[in-house]
């Protein structure tokens, strides 16, 4: 397949290289997409290229893309125990993980306990870490949200997907003469700024309409070298458009997805669309499949632990979402508790459907507290 380019051998080699680590999948998707036969694509690769393929299949390998994999792996695990001795689990660990969605907040509403809870963690000299897959806010601005709320949390205690998707950047050198293209919100932007990279679009493109017409051309900056899609209240087809166009057209532009999240909670009352469905419209436009730097890839975790100078195994992971925040930590081989007030019921935990069994369960954070008292 590699021979039939014409390429020059070394640029071969750096290529096959890089395909060579990737999962079937992604082998596929990369083959059907015509990345890989087109010589264009393939004299074009870069540093970032091969970071990113090697990436992303890393992220398929140990955050399990594969649902076979995924099944085979956590099919013989137990079954979660229901959380009865907090001490026990509090005495394991360092640091905890907290999910923010479902688990410290719903919407704009602070889920009753968590205050005392975080209180007692923290004198017990237990490391706070608050990581989120919401894209809408900076870490400065999700500071001020904690501060609203009454909590006292500082900025490098914060890790959203936004700084994800800068961060990742960073880690791989992208050049600061290339440009950004987001579809997502305000906190995306910020973060690609901070990190000192030039971005495109945001919410600003959410007022653009196409008017289709004979003969009419959309035209794109050919300077895009990554496209960067997560949650976005402005979503619409400009955007699905000027995005498909980058990443398709451009060579070696990046797919980058903050995340998958089906649902997020916007509101305490109900559900809504997450930002999965963004990238999904970006996947079947594209035919592309993204990188993913929130949950349950493991570049956050990675990064937190290096960060900090944190062992993984020291680590307890408590989320709402068996699908992110517990795959998040299994992957990242830290014990992990489910909490059952975001998403996630106690029946869809115990259903025989369900092969990802957290390490614990309980109803919310708080329980740390209550069953203390208990038993006592």
Known sequence: ????TTITSSTTTRAAAAISFASNSLSKTLISSNFITNSRNLSSFSRQSLSFLALRCYSSRNSNFNTRKMSSNFSVRASAQQLKNPDELI????????DCDGVIWKGDKLIDGVPETLDMLRSKGKRLIFVTNNSTKSRKQYGKKF?????????EEIFASSFAAAAYLKSIDFPKDKKVYVIGEEGILIELELAGFQSVGGPEDGSKKIELKPGYLMEHDESVGAVVVGFDRYFNYYKVQYGTLCIRENPGC???????????????????????????AL???TQREPLVVGKPSTFMMDYVAKEFGISKS????????????ILFGQ????????????VTS????????????????????????????ASV
Do not use: Y
């Open 1 to 4: 397949m590699l021979s039939a």
């Open 283 to 285: 996947c079947g436009s």
């Open 254 to 280: 990046l797919f980058i997805a903050t995340n998958r999240d089906a649902v997020t909670h916007l509101t305490d009352a109900q559900e809504w669309a997450g930002g999965g469905s963004m990238v999904g």
């Open 147 to 155: 501060e609203s709320l009454g909590l006292s949390v500082s900025e």
């Open 331 to 342: 992957n990242g081989g830290c014990k992990t508790l489910l909490v059952l007030s975001g």
């Open 314 to 325: 020291q680590i307890c992971m408590v989320g709402d979402r068996l699908d992110t925040d």
């Open 91 to 98: 005495d394991s660990v360092e640091t905890f993980i907290f």
């Open 346 to 373: 106690l029946e869809t935990l115990q259903s025989p459907n369900n092969s990802i069994q957290p390490d614990f369960f309980t109803n919310k954070i708080s329980d740390f507290l209550s069953l203390k008292a």
